[in-house]
């Protein structure tokens, strides 16, 4: 420190030193694999941009206090467009809260809520300071504050979460709370106890990656959205995220110019025969434009696929199911999962298109007890619900409460088409002879005579429901070509370009579900 003047007060110099260390932080060297927070927020944004705030936070102690007081924050721009930030900084007491470090953020925060600024969080902290307790935990200005905001702000802009290491205890809400968690493997972690502190409670011996890395919540928990090898690649997917959705709920995503799909439509992608596999991405590819697709979720509940997308250079959100997952039926996490994207496009003004191929909810003694029906439910809500516009795409398989789920007519989509491969049903054409006709069937002794009786009942309920009656009797709007779908859905999506809902607030927070 310099000398101070004649008053005991710090000079200039004493305000520029403290600055100085205060932009320097701890040492990242004990760190080698991450990025120092400074260079995070050079990834994240545009160069020159950031204005920061509350860096002289604690400098006035007697000691000096420490760096920034290990948080971060400010107002920069990516792509032009102004993003308020949280970055922990994981040199300084590992990124810990304490009370000014919640200050800081809760004011940040306040003026995303007042200005109506998406918000990044670049999150590696080891929770709360202990020894701040009383400052972090339990006041008006606390923990909880941030928290709130977190939920005020959600369905208002966007929230997206870069996870570079620990996010410990009540402080794993943070990234619970945002619309999108990027993880890094190896450093990121979230968790309400640490293995340490589990295993005094419970007895439960485990490991870090175990309960709380970023492959158990990318896959089996369902709280990570994505798995990146290093920092930086966090943040450029934020960034690119930050494309598809508008600055706030008010607002309609940017359009961007118009790219052709990659790939053509080959014979034969989407095979006839329902019990027949096939990649839904491939799908997906064929109809929006050339490397667009931005999946969310990927890792988790593979059964169904959520990303955002452009076609013909309008945003819009894909609900689709996977024939190659478990046949593409919906189970418990499949549910959560589409009700969450649905909410969030809802929630940002993104229409949405659902590509059907589905043979209904899972059914049995597991996953009634694991409570479909109330999962389902809340998909079925969050779809009803939703005001954008809705386009459906029946590409094969359309059975039983699936079918519902995935937007049927009775919700009212725009429009309701169908490949030539679409089937709509309560159930498969074999299961519901087998239902109508079991006792007739097994009092038919003769092998033959019982397989013809089963191929005449089977080609009847086939006649039943096939697509020119389908079409006839309007429940579905058109039948279209697989090379002719993208066009299709291109042209009505121009129609539905003078869509607009009053808003107030905000439409609804987007539900962690």
């Not at 397989?451 to 080609?459: D, E, G, K, L, W």
């Amino acid at each position: 420190m310099s000398a101070q003047t004649e008053n005991g007060a710090p000079t200039r110099a004493d305000v520029a030193d403290a600055a100085s260390r205060a932009r320097r932080g701890g040492d990242p060297a004990r760190w080698p694999d991450k990025l120092p927070v400074r260079d995070r927020l050079a990834v994240l944004f545009d160069p020159g941009t950031f204005v920061e705030d509350g860096l002289l936070a604690g400098a006035a102690d007697a000691d000096g206090g420490l760096p920034a007081d290990g948080v971060v924050t400010g107002v920069g721009r990516v792509d032009g467009r102004p993003v308020a930030v949280i970055a922990h900084d994981f040199t300084v007491k590992a990124g810990s809260w304490g009370e000014l470090t919640c200050e800081k953020q809760i004011r940040i925060l306040e003026r995303a809520d007042r200005d109506l600024l998406p918000v990044v969080y670049l999150v590696d902290s080891a929770g709360g300071r202990l020894t701040d307790q009383m400052g972090f935990f339990p006041g008006r200005r606390g923990a909880s504050a941030i928290f709130n905001l977190q939920v005020r702000l959600s369905g208002r802009v966007p929230q997206l979460c870069c996870l570079h290491g620990p996010s410990a205890a009540g402080g794993a809400y943070m990234p619970a709370f945002c619309d999108w968690v990027g993880m890094v493997a190896g450093n990121a972690s979230m968790y309400l106890a640490s293995p340490r502190v589990a295993e005094k409670v419970t007895g439960e011996r485990t490991t870090l990656e175990a309960m709380g890395g970023a492959m158990m919540h990318a896959e089996v928990s369902g709280c990570g959205d994505e798995v990146f090898d290093a920092d930086w690649e966090a943040i450029a997917a934020a960034r690119l995220l930050l494309s598809y959705l508008p600055d706030d709920f008010r607002s309609a995503p940017a359009r961007k110019p118009a790219t052709d799909p990659e790939k053509a439509w080959p014979a034969g992608l989407i095979p006839t025969d329902p019990n027949v596999a096939y990649d839904v991405r491939e799908v997906v590819d064929r109809v929006v434009d050339a490397g667009t697709f931005f999946e969310v979720k990927a890792r988790w509940a593979q059964e169904m696929v959520v990303g955002l997308a452009r076609l013909d250079g309008r945003v819009v959100g894909i609900v689709a199911n996977q024939p190659k997952v478990r046949s593409g039926a919906i189970f418990v996490d499949s549910a959560d999962k589409a009700t969450r994207f649905i909410s969030l496009c809802d929630a940002f003004n993104v229409p949405l298109v659902f590509l059907q191929d589905v043979p209904g909810f899972m059914v049995g003694v597991e996953v009634e007890r694991q409570g479909i029906i109330r999962h389902g439910a809340k998909m079925i809500a969050a779809m009803a619900s939703a005001e954008v516009p809705k386009y459906t795409v029946v590409l094969r398989k359309a059975y039983a409460a699936g079918y519902y789920a995935m937007c049927a007519p009775g919700f009212q989509p725009r429009a309701t088409l169908a490949l030539p491969t679409a089937t709509i049903g309560p159930m498969s054409a074999e299961a519901s002879v087998n239902a109508v006709y079991a006792n007739k069937i097994a009092a038919i002794q003769d092998e033959a005579e019982r397989a013809a009786f089963v191929a005449a009942r089977t080609a009847e309920q086939r006649a039943d429901i096939n697509l020119l009656r389908m079409g006839g009797d309007l429940v579905v709007d058109a039948v279209v070509e697989p090379e002719r779908l993208r066009g299709e859905l291109s042209a009505r999506l121009v129609d539905a370009d003078r869509w607009s809902r009053e808003t107030g607030r905000r439409h609804h927070p987007i539900s962690p579900v």
